[in-house]
């Protein structure tokens, strides 16, 4: 019987010690929580973060979009309208798919074979004309190289500004030619009109005619 209730006063002990417990550390706990509106800024200021980082992750692993590459071998292709056997003009394939879909903010890798170096330039703008032209301007992050380049349904021309140079390009939508500027301008004659006006003189009735016609 003894026994039997020092069992007893055990167990209420330990019933009791195990309630103060669960009460201390709950109180604790409580205190610890914060404020429903806090913890909804918590989690906010969480999924922002997160948010921002996926983001950052995102635009330092995509690639930039490549402009060109150099062609391999001994072809050399025929551009229309080319003024050729320019110094320093290399021959390129075009990789331009992608500009009918590029947006503001993609990157564009630019390699000058002439000079051996690559650039990177950010789209800034991208503006459709008529006749389905489309013109894509972009700039390096510390705005030393700038690039124009223009599209047509099947021909392409870009003028690249860099620290080294302007170069040119003259192409069709698969191919083309980059030229130094300063060696293009020398085969053109700005002096000489790029074009001929045909003067049309009115026809000229002789007096003979005229007295023919009035003796008739």
């Not at 913890?39 to 997160?50: A, C, F, I, T, Y």
């Not at 705005?143 to 124009?148: K, Q, S, T």
């Given at each position: 019987m003894k026994i039997l209730i020092v069992t007893l006063i055990l167990i209420l002990i330990l019933l009791s010690a195990g309630f103060a417990w669960l009460s201390i550390g709950s109180w604790g706990a409580f205190n610890?929580?914060?404020?429903p509106d806090s913890?909804?800024?918590?989690?906010?200021?969480?999924?922002?973060?997160?948010n921002d980082s996926g983001r950052k992750l995102q635009i330092q692993t995509r690639?930039?979009?490549v402009m060109w590459s150099v062609i391999e071998g001994d072809y050399i292709p025929e551009i229309r309208g080319y003024q050729g056997n320019v110094e320093g003009a290399i021959p390129l394939a075009l990789k331009?798919?992608?500009?009918?879909e590029i947006t503001v903010g993609e990157n564009i890798t630019i390699f000058i074979p002439q000079i051996d170096s690559h650039f990177t330039v950010t789209v800034t703008q991208v503006k459709s004309q008529l006749r389905g032209i489309k013109v894509i301007t972009a700039t390096s992050v510390d705005?030393?190289?700038?690039?124009?380049l223009t599209l047509g349904?099947?021909?392409t021309f870009a003028n690249l500004g860099t620290p080294q140079g302007s170069y040119e390009l003259v192409?069709?939508?698969?191919?083309?030619?980059?030229?130094?500027?300063?060696n293009m301008d020398q085969h053109i004659d700005?002096?000489?009109s790029d074009y001929v006006l045909e003067k049309i003189r009115e026809p000229s009735f002789k007096k003979q005619d005229i007295r023919g016609e009035a003796n008739d």
């Open positions: 610890g929580l914060s404020s913890l909804v800024s918590e989690w906010v200021s969480n999924s922002r973060s997160l690639a930039p979009l331009i798919k992608w500009s009918w705005d030393a190289v700038e690039l124009l349904q099947n021909s192409g069709t939508a698969s191919y083309g030619w980059l030229v130094p500027s300063k700005y002096v000489k």
